[in-house]
């Protein structure tokens, strides 16, 4: 592998990747031998049919699944030899996650779900507040701060789980089906938005998606068949219209 100790190391870098369910006496290899490596600020789509192992993949490289065998290292770690709670605070500090589901809690004000992050980082409740706000603020959701999530629309929930995920500042977000339950105007902007995150903001976006339209827009397009690559290609980067 190349060397993950120098700045120019690539955000994302796996070696033979494997994961294995056990069903029975049968083996299911939903991820098998992934070989890749995704530099800094590459907004990136993993696309495939259902079951072709997309979401497997990246709740590996996000430290949410243990693969069987392999090694994935991200931001310079290696993260399947990380402690459960040394993975935690790497998951912390260095990946926002968005889910189709939001995993909104429906008991908090969209601003105490936005500030959320920082309850685990020690920050002051006035600075996990202002941080949150600000992001708000930045999303087009400062009128809706006091809202419960059954209170908001769906785009309007997205935002807020999009606004949780760059809360610490990640240098990696990682996005499966963000547009799935969305109607497509409000898919566009979610769209513009993790654009902007690469595009502007350095970060690099890895997004798993059936949306042709976000494949159309990314760097580069990954695509999976029986949890193996078929397909790597790259793109120029389109314009944030």
Do not use: C
Request: hydrophobic residues 40%; glycine residues 8%; charged residues 20%.
């Amino acid at each position: 592998m190349a060397d993950v100790t120098n700045d120019r190391a690539p955000m994302v870098q796996t070696h033979n990747l494997e994961k294995i369910y056990r069903i029975g006496t049968h083996q299911v290899h939903a991820v098998a031998h992934v070989n890749m490596t995704i530099p800094r600020g590459q907004f990136v789509a993993i696309m495939g049919p259902s079951g072709s192992g997309k979401s497997t993949l990246l709740y590996l490289l996000g430290g949410l699944d243990h693969p069987t065998s392999g090694d994935i290292v991200v931001n310079r770690q290696h993260i399947n030899a990380l402690s459960a709670e040394d993975l935690a605070e790497f998951r912390r500090e260095t990946i926002g996650f968005i889910f189709q589901a939001f995993h909104l809690i429906p008991t908090m004000a969209a601003l105490e779900n936005v500030a959320l992050p920082g309850l685990f980082s020690g920050m002051t409740r006035d600075e996990r507040e202002e941080r949150a706000y600000r992001l708000m603020h930045a999303l087009g959701l400062e009128h809706w701060i006091d809202h419960k999530p059954t209170q908001l629309s769906g785009g309007q929930q997205q935002r807020v789980a999009i606004a949780r995920a760059l809360f610490n500042d990640p240098p990696l977000i990682m996005a499966d089906e963000p547009t799935g339950a969305l109607d497509s105007q409000t898919g566009a902007h979610v769209l513009q938005m993790l654009e902007r995150m690469a595009r502007k903001l350095g970060k690099t976006v890895v997004v798993v998606t059936h949306d042709s339209h976000i494949a159309s827009r990314a760097d580069r397009v990954i695509s999976l068949q029986d949890g193996s690559i078929i397909e790597d290609i790259k793109q120029l980067p389109a314009a944030i219209p």
